[in-house]
């Protein structure tokens, strides 16, 4: 089905690029994203050895009731963004839930206030999703209850906008407005245009989809801030289609995953994970593929998600009860990878390999690297973890095709849950969960940020040109190093004995630096890595010889020749100056002697 109606491609354009495009096997159902595409491949992992978990921060301060659901978004400028589902009657919103809004600003190191996003709901606002534009404007979607502008008492999908400029929220706006059914799990993402694409399924025999649950879309236009119509995309379903996870990829095709009950392709009754695509440059969805199709046809595979690595990598993970691979038939977190060179799904990976017990919720995240993170909540005793339900960590190495060994988080006495992982453009991880038994949450489930993050390495300075060097500005220039936010510059004039004794003469946020000499030596330079965890080593020592005057006296940098210029040039001034002066004075002096007579 095509996304715009008035954007429809003619039949035979259609089937001229299937033709054409004859990686796409529809009888096999397979999908080759490499004959559609330019992705940027890049498989430079990231060495993690020296990183470190910090500590919680505690985000639903203002909250004294039920904190649930967080997620986390971080924006280009590495400003932390924050939603969670809360039952506290803040700022006088009721004691139903509500969306409660936070974000943390990278430059003042502070977190906002909380702010309450789901002002005009009077019932229960949950399943919140987040992300935020390359302009500021954070969007947010939801699952309400409220029979807001006319939604009925059904379960509707709720949008609002924060206007980066003016601070401000938009009204609420209804996406399920056609629906006369209820409308759930609604997940969004945004491409590289700033468009805003949602996705959530819903019992409305809309467009002849019939009353199963069915996957609906729409898109949001950066330009315009409208919402396009809607698009049902679970075409090929006829059973009940539920919980999806919308994701775009680096060349703004857009990804879609959910469990379904449909006997697709001899899957059985079971629910199973089904995949799709929409290929942005034809403006068409793919046929659906069957993710699970490994797993027993009478076990259930649900909660699906999905990434996708700059390499055009898919990774697709879900809860599965089926029990194959021999690890019982608790649910586990499944993983199946697609290879945009090969053509083909991996089969199942079984992330929650070492667990012995209940694994649920996954989310997964790809660095710029192109390394997969996973989190999920699992109630093994795992290293001495106990039978509460902890955060689990594993990450999936693309080039090894192995998965690390798993990593427990959150070692407490409680219940950790629903976790969400991101990263940034440093590669730092940023994971948000729900908890009730940390310092200073009280006896309520609050909401909690921890990061994965390293100190920043040291940078290398490159040799300072011309030496020995005859002027007064001297240009630095050393190596970016993607985990710094600034740079300190060391400096020391005279013989150097020890590294130690360059002090701290300057600090920039890029990496280079001018200074401005003012007397001949020796000068001696090195830098420093920093971020708000830390700083780096020194960087190599490069020294200088400088030669030159005092740039505090003009007069002295001035020869013989450019002293007698500068005198003329007075000298010429002061006639001109006098001469129109004693030619002003005269004329009013005539104009007085005419008027006496």
Known sequence: MFRHKSRNLKFGLVFCFVITLSFININNHKMILASDSTYDIRLDLIDRSNWFWTDLDLISSESNDLSYEPQVFVDIQGNIHT??????????????VDIFYKWYNIVTKTWSATEVVSTESIDDSVQPDIVVDTGGN??????????????GLD???????????????????????????????????????????SVWFDFTNYQGSGIDGDLFYSVLDSETFQWSSIDVISTESTADSFYPHITADSEDNIHVSWGDYTDYLGTG????????RWIKSVNYWTTTEVISAHSLNIDPSIDAVVE?????????????????????????????????????????????????????????????????????????????????????????????????????????????????IVSDNKGFLYLVFSDSSYVDSGTDTDAYLMRYVSL?????????????????????????????????????????????????????????????????????????????????????????????????????SLDIIDFGILAALIIGVQIIFTTALYFSLKGKFTTKKRKKK
């Open 83 to 96: 939603l969670w589902e809360d039952r506290s009657d803040y700022l006088s919103c009721g004691l139903d």
């Open 269 to 276: 009754s079971d629910a199973d994970i089904f995949y799709k």
């Open 308 to 420: 996708v690595a700059d390499d055009g990598t898919v990774y697709v993970s879900w809860q599965d009860y089926s029990g194959f691979y021999g690890v019982g038939t608790d649910p586990d977190i499944c993983l199946n990878v697609w290879d945009p060179i090969l053509g083909e799904w991996s089969g199942a990976y079984i992330v929650s390999m070492y667990s012995s017990d209940y694994s649920y919720d996954p989310s997964l995240y790809v660095d710029y690297s192109g390394e997969l993170h996973c989190v999920w909540m699992d109630s093994s005793d795992y290293a001495g973890s106990d039978t509460d339900f902890d955060i689990w960590y594993s990450s999936f190495d693309p080039i090894s095709k192995s998965l690390s060994t798993p990593e427990v988080l959150t070692d407490n006495i409680d219940t950790s849950s629903v976790p969400n």
């Open 155 to 197: 379960d509707d999908v709720f949008y609002k906008r924060k206007d980066a400029n003016t601070g401000s929220w938009t009204s609420t706006l209804v996406l399920s407005y056609f629906s006369d059914s209820i409308s759930l799990g609604p997940s969004i993402c945004i491409d590289s245009e700033d468009n805003v694409h």
């Open 456 to 556: 920043p390495t040291a940078p290398n300075l490159e040799e300072i040109q011309p030496d020995p060097s005859e002027t007064s500005s001297l240009i630095l220039e050393w190596n970016n190093v993607r985990t710094a936010s600034d740079y300190i510059i060391c400096r020391y004039k005279g013989d150097l004995v020890s590294p130690s004794d360059l002090i701290a003469y300057d600090q920039v946020s890029l990496n280079s630096f001018t200074d401005t000499i003012e007397e001949s030596g020796t000068y001696y330079y090195a830098i420093k890595s920093i971020n708000e965890f830390g700083e780096s080593n020194l960087s190599n020592i490069v020294n200088i010889e400088v030669n030159v005057e005092k740039t505090g006296s003009f007069l002295k």
């Open 138 to 151: 954070v969007h947010t979607i939801w699952k309400d209850i409220s029979n807001y502008d006319g939604s």
